[in-house]
């Protein structure tokens, strides 16, 4: 789909600044998130990929545990053995330092899904942690439901980085259909995917 390749194509791309994904609830982010994740894999397998799907468990809603996640993964993946802060006053300086460990070889993007599914604590939805610009060869995605969170991602980015996710159509939720049943290597019966579609379409 269009979204897919536009965020192949920034990951491929020089700029410094973040991409943001946005829209309502159950228009696909996570689904196609996800997605776009596997392409990226595919089409950079040199780079290091980091991903994090916010709310999933109890822990990623926290920033502070999220910021220590994502600097410990980085930090393993380029062999830096310095000791990350627990802090999240250090926590949030520490982070550009980390994602800077990214070489021109071993370029760094990471994914996180779900800005909004983080706890207000610490004023995670101000976004103040989220680095402004972002080191060389780093490439970082975010999404996000309309809110708090949006609200801060439009006065830290141009409007080029920011793509809104309209609903699916009902020929992109069949097609959507199709690949999860492929993936898992399932079939649905004429009636049953009549069923689930029609479902879709009024949803």
Not at 6 to 18: D, I, K, L, P
Not at 112 to 134: E, I, K, N, V, Y
Not at 149 to 158: F, Q, T
């Amino acid at each position: 789909t269009g979204f897919l390749e536009r965020v192949e194509a920034y990951a491929r791309g020089t700029g410094r600044q973040s991409l943001a994904v946005w829209g309502e609830s159950g228009c696909g982010k996570s689904a196609l998130m996800a997605k776009a994740i596997e392409r990226v894999r595919a089409a950079r397998p040199q780079a290091v990929l980091c991903q994090r799907f916010i709310g999933a468990t109890a822990p990623s809603s926290d920033v502070r545990s999220l910021l220590e996640g994502v600097c410990q993964e980085v930090s393993r993946a380029y062999a830096d053995e310095t000791a990350v802060p627990q802090d999240i006053r250090e926590l949030i300086p520490e982070l550009p330092k980390r994602l800077a460990l990214a070489r021109p070889e071993r370029p760094l993007v990471v994914f996180l899904d779900a800005l909004d599914q983080l706890s207000p604590t610490d004023g995670a939805h101000t976004l103040a942690w989220l680095p402004r610009g972002l080191p060389e060869h780093v490439r970082l995605v975010v999404s996000t439901l309309p809110g708090p969170c949006l609200d801060a991602l439009e006065g830290r980015l141009p409007e080029s980085n920011r793509v809104e996710l309209r609903p699916m159509s009902p020929a992109e939720g069949r097609e959507l259909l199709g690949l999860w049943l492929g993936e898992a290597g399932r079939r649905l019966q004429p009636a049953q995917e009549a069923d689930v579609l029609g479902k879709f379409d009024r949803c």
